[in-house]
Structure formats: structure tokens, C-alpha cells
């Protein structure tokens, strides 16, 4: 007959093998956290946008192949938005209604985040937006990643003038940020005495830049400053190619590793600049190691951009708010999410508590015939964001975006639904 002790220590065996089988098994059957991820995967902005979408994937990947998150994998679930801000909107809704979705990684254009914005401050949910834009804007239900004003537009418009000259010539996408950002840029090429010799705008869509070039080789400015977005980069760089307007420098602000990569194989012109929070080149360990893991993933011909970094650690930084907050609910990720940072392939990434903006530095590249750029920082330290300029109120600036857009018929976004 077995005595109590060793009855009693057969026992506990025993409740310790199922426990640890029972804790193995919760990954697995336990509920996924699950994402939305909208993006064009089809129409005029794929080009730019798809490696976003291969970025969020990659970090979803690292964050499973490490046990998930809470003893749960993340689960993410991609639409396209077919380049079309009204679909994007559609699709956010679906995505927090019908897969319950704990946050959304979303929209290239300013147009899509506006048209996204009062969806996901209606479901009081959280929108991570990757891009670079023209500010204006804060909403306690986004964390804009990108770059804001006096992270990118403002300093990359004045190095040009400082490098260049003061006769500018404008031309971008006819939509919310270029016409905005031009506004940015036009405030200080007269702060600085200098003159726009032309302001020139065309659709998301344009292919057809012959009359833009030859206006460009006439004026002979200084510099083109740049706000075009998506494949339209591809035909205007082609059209000066044509026009054999090649010593004028050209400073994109939109235009990043992929846009350059599709127009390379045609034309690179021989003064072109961008302005960005990261390059691929950048020669840090931590960005040589990203490289290297998202070509593994994705394939050795792949380049990185600034939107797919702030991709990449919109997610991460979104894993930490759920550690810290101990649950996926979107109400609670808010609560801490400004209080977080993480290490990404470009430093330390931190946001912003008061503006719900990341801490950004700010490089120009030069661009290379192989695709790449050469790059100078042009901020000493990390830069603090200011989404609003100080130099007008904040009502001041409202009222003037309103007045930019009502002049060139297009819509506000309070009329499709936008809070600002």
C-alpha cells in the first residue's frame, strides 16, 4: 500500500504535468488579438503603399514568433482601400464593427486620414497613421507616426532656400496636403524675401506633365519643391526627363526609396533631393539588421522608405501600450500610449504625450542612380513636434486650410464627416 507521502507527491506531479500542458495550449486557443491594416493594394497609390502593409506584417510576424501578446497571437487582417479615401472609411468601419479589430494601421493620403478620422473617433477606436504631412490637425484617437510640419516641410523648404535660391516653383497633387504644405512653404519663401514663380497643381491620377516641364524650363526657378504623391512622381520625373530639364533641383517631400526605385530604370534627375525622418541607407546597426530581415521576408529587391519604418513601429509601439495596459481594449491603449517608446531601426521611437506626435529627426537625401540616396542630417537632436505652427493660432489656421480648399473646390473635411 503506497503511503500518504508518496501518494501526496504523485499528486503533485501529476497537477503539475496538466498545468503545464494547460499553460502550453493558451496561445493556441485562446481568442487572437486581431488588427486592421487599410492600405491600396490596387489603383494610384499602390505603388507606395504596399510595403506598409508588408511592414505591419513583418512586425505581427516577430511579435508571434515571440509568444504573442497577452498568451495570444495577433492576428492581422488587410483590406484595400483601392486608393479611394471613401472605400478606406468603409473598410475602417467594417473592420472595427465586424472583426472587432483592436487598432487600425491606415491610409498614405491626408484625404483617407480625414475621411478615417471621425470613424475612429465616433468608435472611440485608434488609428496608427504612418505619413509625413502637413499637421493642422490632433485627434485623441490617433497617433500620427509621420512627420509633422516642422519636422519635414518647414525645415526641408528652408535648407532649399538657404542651398538653391529664392525664386521656387510649387507643384503637387491637387489635395489636402500639397495645397496645404504649399501654404507652409509660401509663408516662408516671403518671410525670406523670395518669390513663387509658379504654383501648379494636377490629379492623384495625372499622367500628363509635358506642359508642367516645359513651364519649369521656362521659368528656369531655383528649385521645384515637390508635393506629388503616388505613381504620379513617375510620369513628372519622366516628362523632365523629355524636356531635358535636368540642373534645376528638384526637393520632394512625398517621394521616398520605392517611388524612386519604379522611376530609376527610365531617368533619375540629376538634382533630386527628399526630406525624410529615415533613409535606408542610414548606416545604424539596428537599420542595417531591419533591412536585412524585411528583404528576407519580402525579397532581396526590396527597398525601405520612411512609411514603411513608421509602419513597422506603429505596430510595435502599439504591442508595448497593450503590455503595459495588460489588455487590447482601444480605450485602455490610449491611456498609455503616450507614455510609450521603443527601440526602432532609426533610434528610439517616443511619442509626444501632448500632441499625440512622434519625436522625429530630419534628414535630406540626395538622390542615387542606384536607387538609394545619400543623406545629411539637418537637425542637430531629435525634434519635438508642433503640428500647429506658432506663428498663427490654431483657429487662424483652420479657418485658412478652409479657405485654401473652398478656393480650389475641394472638400473640407467636416463635409465628408471630419472633426478637427
Known amino acids: 500500500m503506497t503511503s500518504s507521502p508518496v501518494r501526496l507527491a504523485l499528486l503533485l506531479a501529476t497537477f503539475v504535468v496538466l498545468s503545464v500542458g494547460l499553460f502550453n495550449l493558451r496561445p493556441t486557443t485562446l481568442e487572437p488579438i486581431r488588427i486592421g491594416a487599410v492600405h491600396a493594394l490596387s489603383g494610384v497609390m499602390a505603388e507606395s503603399e504596399r510595403g506598409l502593409v508588408d511592414a505591419v506584417r513583418l512586425a505581427v510576424d516577430e511579435i508571434n514568433r515571440d509568444g504573442g501578446l497577452l498568451g495570444r497571437r495577433v492576428e492581422l487582417i488587410v483590406a484595400d482601400s483601392q486608393s479611394d479615401w471613401t472605400v478606406a472609411a468603409n473598410q475602417v468601419e467594417r473592420l472595427i464593427l465586424n472583426d472587432g479589430v483592436s487598432a487600425l494601421f491606415a491610409c498614405w493620403t491626408s484625404a483617407c486620414r480625414q475621411a478615417v478620422k471621425p470613424v475612429v473617433e465616433k468608435h472611440h477606436h485608434l488609428l496608427f497613421y504612418p505619413l509625413q504631412y502637413e499637421g493642422l490637425e490632433q485627434s485623441p484617437n490617433i497617433v500620427y507616426m509621420g512627420s509633422a510640419p516642422n519636422q519635414q516641410i518647414i525645415p526641408g523648404a528652408r535648407w532649399a532656400l538657404d542651398h538653391f535660391g529664392h525664386r521656387i516653383y510649387l507643384v503637387g497633387s491637387d489635395y489636402v496636403f500639397p495645397r496645404t504644405a504649399n501654404q507652409l512653404i509660401r509663408d516662408l519663401v516671403i518671410a525670406a524675401d523670395g518669390d513663387i514663380v509658379a504654383e501648379r497643381y494636377l490629379p492623384l491620377d495625372a ?9 519649369i524650363r521656362h521659368q528656369a526657378p531655383d528649385a521645384v519643391l515637390n508635393t506629388l504623391n ?10 523632365l526627363a523629355t524636356a531635358e530639364v535636368n540642373a534645376v533641383p528638384v526637393v520632394s517631400f512625398s517621394m521616398a526609396e520605392p517611388e524612386l526605385q519604379s522611376i530609376r530604370t527610365a531617368h ?31 525579397g532581396p529587391e526590396r527597398v525601405i522608405s520612411d512609411p514603411v519604418v513608421t509602419s513597422y ?27 510609450m517608446s ?34 545629411t542630417e539637418i537637425s ?24 485654401l480648399l473652398a478656393a480650389a473646390d475641394l472638400p473640407h473635411p467636416k463635409d465628408v464627416g471630419g472633426v478637427w
Open 313 to 339: 513601429d506603429a505596430v510595435r509601439l502599439w504591442a508595448a501600450a497593450v503590455r503595459a495596459a495588460g489588455t487590447p481594449d482601444p480605450a485602455q491603449i490610449n491611456r498609455s500610449i503616450g507614455r
Open 207 to 215: 499622367t500628363a506633365f509635358a506642359d508642367i516641364a516645359a513651364d
Open 380 to 403: 542637430e537632436a531629435p525634434v519635438r513636434p508642433v503640428p500647429f505652427p506658432p506663428y498663427r493660432s490654431r483657429d487662424e489656421w483652420l479657418e485658412l486650410v478652409q479657405t
Open 268 to 298: 533619375v534627375h540629376a538634382a533630386h533631393y527628399a526630406v525624410w525622418g529615415y533613409f535606408q541607407s542610414l548606416p545604424h546597426a539596428a537599420n542595417r539588421r531591419f533591412v536585412a530581415d524585411f528583404r528576407q521576408r519580402f
Open 230 to 239: 503616388g505613381a504620379a512622381n513617375r510620369h513628372f520625373f519622366a516628362a
Open 342 to 375: 521603443v527601440d526602432g531601426p532609426s533610434g528610439i521611437v517616443a511619442v509626444d504625450a501632448a500632441t499625440r506626435h512622434l519625436w522625429r529627426r530630419v534628414y535630406v537625401g540626395k538622390a542615387r542612380d542606384d536607387g538609394q540616396f545619400d543623406v
